[in-house]
């Protein structure tokens, strides 16, 4: 059980990452530094964007529930 919390919380997180660094920069950070700033033929619609927000917000609560159930597991050892 606590190997298989282990394994979806890698790769939640790891798509978790993938689907931020996806979005499209709105100021002049850190994305404008690496060439953020620029505009992209392939951010350009709003509901590939939109979907995206959805996809994010779905996987990042995901990434918080498996958190919460690895973390009440290991301080009160059901596993």
Known sequence: MKLALEILL?????I???LVLMHRGKGGGLSSLFGGGMQS???GSSVVER???IYTVA???VW??????FG???SFQWF
């Open 64 to 69: 918080l529930a498996l958190i919460l159930v």
């Open 10 to 14: 890698v790769l939640s997180s790891i």
């Open 16 to 18: 978790l990452m993938i």
């Open 59 to 61: 996987v990042g609560l």
């Open 72 to 74: 009440l597991g290991v």
């Open 51 to 53: 979907n995206l927000d």
């Open 41 to 43: 033929s392939l951010s």
